[in-house]
């Protein structure tokens, strides 16, 4: 695993020092840690990143290749890069680990820190990757199949990149596209791509490196932080305080997670989802739950909790020649057996110390597994420094056997070795005291977690039965309130959230006897929770988006409603307001005829909402599915059909009444010729109308109560056309008669206008119906 991360990092690393060398003009290099063993392609690169001209020396020994290292180390601690432990020669002698780390360095400081220093500056935050990661997860809060929680695995899949670059450039590709991409090597090949092409980042990282169960952390902050350098960099203090919350990441070392997994057949991770219910939609207030976190119960196991996991008595370490071999293949003397006990008994009160100040165990549950991590490591030091005590022991023993030493000396070197197997063996007890009471803790507090994320889900399932067994509505207030109770469940599973995050890196002690059965148990007790949790988040969606739906429906239908009620009402006034009888005039009589003929005009055209008003009650109550909402509405419509029949009526009542007045005072107009008459002037108006809204759609037929048209009409126009021209040659006539030159001679017109005014108002009747053809 180690030899597979440096050749990650060689080659990523490489990349991107040849990315800064395009930059500068400068010519690529081809193996990273031969091609800066001379220090000159170090100092180049330095030379672009600082802006400063930095002299080399040209010669090939190996004296001016440490010459031009220590030259650019002195560049390195001048702009505060970190270079513990890193010296000339490791770089010169080619040492691959002290190479990668010094590149690292140079990354971490002008890629990474230098790139983030102005929004960390502004947030008031030292850790970048912290700032990043907020960044991240705040970016790709809208995409339900991404939930980012470090800079490891959760890029596996391809996904995260997609959607954090779909995130501020949703215009570059189609999101479904990439989501039903089959292999998470295509995915990531077609983020590497457009951000290349789109964004003008370098290829830094190869899709078969990143689509693996543990991706290079190193590689992955530097690729993301070249997509932070040119997207949108907001981040928000909601965001960090979520990353806050998030589960503590485990110290213990990928390679050790690997090495534990190979050589104990009960050291395993499971994955159970938790989520993947709730993401944002257009109508959503705002983003409640994360979708997709998931669970990991990390196994460590051991064959009896009670015991070391080293000896306890005269400690012997066969496997460590690191210390003490080389003096035991030499004479052992008083001298080097004292420098030895020295140093291990320094390193022993260190490590007393160290356990000290582990201080007491926490009753937080984040802190417990920070706590259990932190003395993980403390354990594994003591295992490897066991075969140093061990070592001093056999040295002790071995000049006690060989007679050497006076009886003051031998009595000294055997309280030296007794002190020293009795300190060791009470920083062993202590160790494992310590152990067991973190796991017992660590463990108690787990399952409190546990039983409280059961008793949630119990009380909220209940919870979810009721709303599901409530009707909506039956009013729109009470849609409303529905809605808000909706909103209260979705910011309660929002909280849970936080209880679920905490649950992702769960940490369980099983032995050797009961390992399979252990690790199956609570496998199966997460995999029911995560099932409980996914379909709570489902149900919360799925009810969201159809109270939304109801909602806009129903509110479409109430404005419809009380539009067309207060139409009718103001109609219902107009017709209430024409005069119908007792006309002075012949033009009061015009006037409430062309105010009849209006009235009808607006009727048939209004046609058409009722029918969008049917419409929108049939969509409204198809989604709503409720009896007594549908009996309200239909109550509705059913007055509304009632209050249009009685202005149709009242209409008809209206013309028949003129018609009434007109026959009294005119005998030759008959109620059925006005009546008509209203009706073909009526008729008309719709035909101009028609005329000059050619683009509107002709109405759908009306589902109830129709005007009807009298389909007489015509046969009756043809008798009434040829009385019009009868009437207009009798007219004719007269005004060539002898009658007509006297009445001018004479200037008496009285008589005449009288008839001409009867012969006007037959015209104007006859003529409207013509017109009306």
Not at 614 to 643: P, Y
Request: with cysteine; charged share 25%.
């Amino acid at each position: 695993m180690e030899d597979e991360r440096e050749d990650v990092q060689k080659k990523t690393f490489t990349k991107w020092i040849n990315a800064q060398f395009s930059k500068f003009g400068k010519q690529h290099i081809e193996n990273l840690f031969s091609d800066l063993q001379d220090g000159r392609r170090l100092l180049d690169l330095l030379e672009g990143l600082t802006g400063q001209r930095l002299p080399k020396e040209k010669g090939s020994t190996r004296v001016h290749a440490l010459n031009n290292v220590n030259k650019a180390l002195q560049v390195l601690q001048k702009n505060n890069v970190d270079l513990v432990n890193i010296g000339s020669t490791d770089i010169v002698d080619g040492n691959h680990k002290l190479t990668l780390g010094l590149i690292w360095n140079i990354i971490l400081h002008w890629q990474v820190k230098n790139v983030m220093k102005n929004i960390m500056a502004g947030l008031q935050q030292t850790n970048s990757e912290k700032i990043l990661l907020s960044w991240v997860r705040q970016s790709t809060r809208n995409y339900p199949q991404v939930n980012v929680i470090n800079f490891t695995t959760s890029w596996s899949d391809g996904l995260a990149l997609n959607a954090l670059i779909h995130s501020h450039r949703p215009d570059l590709f189609d999101w479904n596209s990439v989501v039903c991409q089959q292999s998470a090597t295509q995915r990531l090949e077609h983020a590497f791509n457009i951000a290349k092409y789109h964004l003008g980042i370098e290829k830094l990282l190869d899709p078969e490196d990143v689509a693996t169960t543990y991706p290079d952390k190193k590689s992955i902050l530097m690729y993301v932080t070249s997509l932070f350098q040119v997207l949108p960099q907001q981040v928000s203090i909601e965001a960090i305080q979520e990353v806050e919350m998030l589960p503590r990441p485990s110290k213990v070392t990928r390679e050790e997670h690997f090495q534990l997994h190979h050589q104990m057949h009960y050291s395993q991770q499971i994955t159970v989802s938790l989520a993947q219910g709730y993401e944002r939609t257009p109508s959503s207030p705002k983003p409640r739950f994360k979708s997709y976190a998931y669970t990991q119960a990390a196994y460590v196991t051991t064959s009896d909790p009670t015991r070391s996991p080293f000896p306890s008595q005269r400690l012997e370490a066969p496997e460590d020649k690191s210390f003490g071999s080389s003096l035991m293949e030499t004479e052992v003397n008083l001298d080097s057996y004292q420098t030895a006990l020295e140093e291990v008994l320094s390193w022993l009160l260190s490590a007393e110390d160290t356990l000290q100040a582990q201080g007491e165990i926490s009753n937080d549950v984040e802190e417990v597994k920070e706590q259990f991590h932190t003395h993980e490591g403390y354990m594994m030091d003591l295992t490897s420094h066991q075969g140093r005590v061990g070592n001093v022991l056999q040295l002790g023993s071995q000049l006690i056997g060989a007679g050497k030493l006076s009886e003051d000396e031998e009595t000294e070197v055997q309280e030296q070795m007794n002190l020293l197997n009795s300190r060791w063996e009470c920083l062993r007890v202590a160790s494992m005291e310590k152990q067991s009471n973190l796991h017992k803790v660590l463990m108690d507090l787990q399952n409190q977690q546990l039983k409280e994320l059961h008793d949630w889900l119990t009380k909220t399932e209940e919870r979810t039965r009721k709303m599901e067994k409530e009707p909506f509505g039956p009013d729109l207030e009470d849609l409303k309130c529905q809605v808000q109770q909706h909103k209260v469940l979705q910011e309660d599973l929002e909280q849970e959230q936080v209880r679920v995050n905490s649950l992702t890196h769960m940490v369980v002690v099983v032995d050797e006897s009961s390992g399979d059965h252990a690790t199956a148990a609570l496998e199966k007790q997460l995999k029911v929770l995560g099932d409980r949790w996914a379909n709570i988040c489902r149900w919360t969606e799925d009810r969201w988006v159809l109270l939304q739906d109801i909602l806009l429906k129903w509110q479409r239908f109430t404005e419809e409603q009380c539009l067309f009620s207060a139409w009718l009402s103001e109609k219902e006034d107009a017709v209430n307001k024409i005069h119908t009888t007792g006309f002075k005039e012949q033009s009061e009589m015009l006037s409430s005829l062309q105010k009849l003929a209006v009235l009808k005009t607006d009727l048939e055209k209004k046609k058409q909402t009722m029918d969008k008003l049917c419409s929108l009650n049939q969509d409204l109550l198809s989604t709503l599915k409720n009896t007594l909402v549908a009996q309200k509405m239909e109550a509705w419509l059913d007055n509304f059909a009632q209050r249009w029949d009685n202005l149709v009526q009242k209409l008809e009542k209206s013309s028949a009444q003129i018609s009434q007045a007109v026959t009294t005072t005119q005998p030759s107009l008959t109620q059925t010729t006005v009546m008509e008459t209203v009706t073909m002037v009526t008729t008309r108006e719709q035909i101009l109308i028609k005329h000059a809204q050619e683009e509107l759609p002709p109405p759908p037929p009306q589902k109830k109560r129709q005007i009807i048209v009298d389909s007489e009409i015509r046969k009756r126009l043809d008798v009434d056309i040829t009385e019009l021209h009868s009437w207009i040659t009798r007219s004719e006539a007269v005004l060539q008669s002898p009658e007509f030159a006297i009445y001018r001679k004479e200037g008496n017109f009285s008589d005449l206008k009288e008839k001409v005014n009867v012969g006007y108002a037959l015209f104007f009747m006859y003529f409207a119906k013509f017109c009306c053809l």
